[in-house]
């Protein structure tokens, strides 16, 4: 089959090769996800995302009741709603649905990939690398909102780039928005670029589609209106505003999260192995036999990096915790811009693909030598096991005693539908395992006589890559860092014994049994579990 006939049995407007990809793209993820999917909810997912979509199953609210209200819009809760009912509600039916919609984001890419670099090879390894880069695949089966505006931000771009279909673009990214309100600045960056070029020639035209690029505004704007007229604020309760929003302007902090989200964007997760070779590649001339394979075109590379910029600016502004998460559709776009430089600079491009998706795996599996997120790779599944384990302990030695811990696992313990217990077990919650945590614990009158200790942050003994004492104090102003005190010297400071410990890579998790009279056992303390509650979402 000739190039050009290959070309356009892939081309943008082949629907059955579209459902293809699609099919292909879904079969892969669920396979290479199994192991994971009868998993119970972890971090923000049991702390927000679920119990949010099992409101809205339960009562049909839109507006969740048994967790923190902040004003996130409802999408995603009433898609795995819909899930549950069609199914049954299980961590298996929500994990499977998030595979679908990973699937439709990968098939996405695989469109933006084939309009800017008009071949299949391209496009077709743009997007197994992006299923497989650390971030994107452990996301692929979390239940976040994440990942939801990234397949309709995708597909938004996919359908922008191809000028003649402007209206589903302006439908994906209004559902984008729904999903996950700051996925609004996409549009509005491509909004902003239209404007500027209407200054110059075709005015009217670039007008219009800056015009058009506004309307997803309007959905989002009418979701604000709802929840202020139902709960008299308007983007969430004060405290989770302050903490993503108004805490977050410092000019100092402003910077700090942008060298963060620039190492995120350029070599997190193996990152750099891609963008430092395409940097070198860049340094070679272009191959004479690449003159038929037609580079980006400078409006498609302006666009890109138009949704680059902005979202990296935009997320060292807002947001109280640097989540790598929230850069999500911006990596399928630096892996495309990588591999076309790898096919027009480099006769032997496919090893460095080769090299590129092996440091990719091993990314998945071999953690960073430096601070990161468990819910980057596959540490998200060791955190889960761990407190999965931890609590059968408890389950089986105390199983009417009342638990000392800190979020999530205060909700993994109350909530049943969670996946980690039958019925709800008495908590008493404090904010983390730091010391002061801890002095606050042995001065409390809350009655506990088990506690639920874990890493809340990942931090192995060992960090080859660390910035200093200066760094580490700027990220424990802004951003929440601390250190957890080990289960042994937290027995020591509350007149106890560590009875179970277990390590996994880097994470552990312990019960402990504390030498205190059994009084009335009372429910957790809500109060103390707000601040905690916030950091991420």
């Known amino acids: 089959m000739s190039e050009s006939r290959r070309t356009d049995f892939f081309s943008f407007r082949s629907n059955s090769t579209s459902w293809a990809i699609f099919i292909l793209a879904f079969a892969a993820v669920f396979l290479a996800h199994w192991p994971l999917l009868r998993l119970p909810y972890y971090w923000d997912e049991a702390g927000y995302y679920i119990p949010a979509a099992f409101d809205f199953f339960r009562t049909g609210s839109l507006i969740p009741s048994s967790t923190l209200s902040n004003a996130h ?48 090879s391209l496009a077709l390894t743009t997007m ?162 690449a003159d038929d394979i037609p580079p980006i075109s400078r409006e498609h590379r302006t666009i890109f990096f138009v949704v680059i910029l902005t979202n990296l600016a935009f997320y060292s502004v807002i947001g109280g915790a640097l989540l790598t998460r929230y850069m999500l559709p911006l990596y399928p776009l630096v892996i495309l811009l990588c591999v076309h430089t790898f096919r027009t600079r480099l006769k032997p491009w496919p090893w460095f693909v080769a090299l590129t998706g092996i440091a990719f795996l091993t990314g998945l599996f071999v953690n960073p030598p430096y601070r990161f997120t468990p819910e980057d790779n596959l540490s998200y599944s060791d955190a889960v096991r761990l407190q999965q384990a931890a609590i059968a302990q408890i389950i089986a030695r105390y199983p009417n005693e009342t638990v000392l811990t800190a979020w999530p696992a205060s909700d993994e313990l109350t909530k049943p539908e969670l996946g980690y217990v039958t019925r709800p077990i008495s908590v008493t919650s404090i904010d983390d395992f730091s010391h002061g945590q801890i002095q606050r614990a042995a001065q409390s009158q809350q009655p506990y006589t088990v506690g639920l200790m874990f890493s809340t942050k990942y931090l192995p003994q060992k960090l080859t890559l660390n910035l200093g004492r200066l760094n580490e104090k700027m990220d424990a102003r802004f951003f929440g860092l601390h250190y957890d005190l080990d289960p042994a010297t937290i027995a020591r400071l509350l007149d106890g014994h560590v009875i179970w410990h277990e390590q996994r890579h880097g994470q552990w998790a312990a019960v402990l049994h504390f030498d205190r009279p059994a009084e009335a056992r009372l429910q957790v303390d809500a109060r103390l579990q707000g601040p905690a509650r916030l950091q991420n979402q």
């Open 128 to 289: 197994s690398l992006t299923a497989i880069y650390p971030v994107f695949f452990a996301q692929s089966s979390l239940a976040h909102s994440d990942l939801f505006a990234t397949a309709a931000t995708l597909w938004g771009l996919a359908f922008f780039i191809d000028s003649r279909r402007m209206w589903p673009a302006v439908l994906c990214f209004s559902l984008a928005a729904l999903s996950k309100e700051t996925a609004i600045v996409t549009p509005l960056a491509l909004a902003a670029w239209e404007a500027w070029l209407a200054m110059g020639t075709r005015a009217s035209h670039h007008a219009r589609r800056a015009a058009l690029l506004l309307i997803p505004a309007l959905p989002l704007a009418l979701w604000y209106l709802y929840y202020w007229h139902r709960t008299g604020y308007i983007f969430g309760n004060p405290e989770y505003l302050r903490y993503n929003a108004t805490a977050t302007l410092t000019p100092l902090r402003i910077l700090i999260a942008l060298w963060h989200r620039t190492n995120q964007l350029t070599l997190h997760m193996n990152l750099f192995v891609p963008v430092l070779l395409a940097l070198a590649c860049l340094l070679l001339d272009p191959l004479p036999e």
């Open 73 to 120: 819009p409802p999408l995603p809760s009433v898609y795995l709603a819909a899930c549950w009912k069609l199914f049954v509600f299980s961590p298996l039916v929500t994990r499977t649905a998030m595979c679908l919609i990973a699937a439709i984001a990968l098939t996405a890419v695989w469109r933006i990939s084939l309009i800017a670099s008009k071949r299949p």
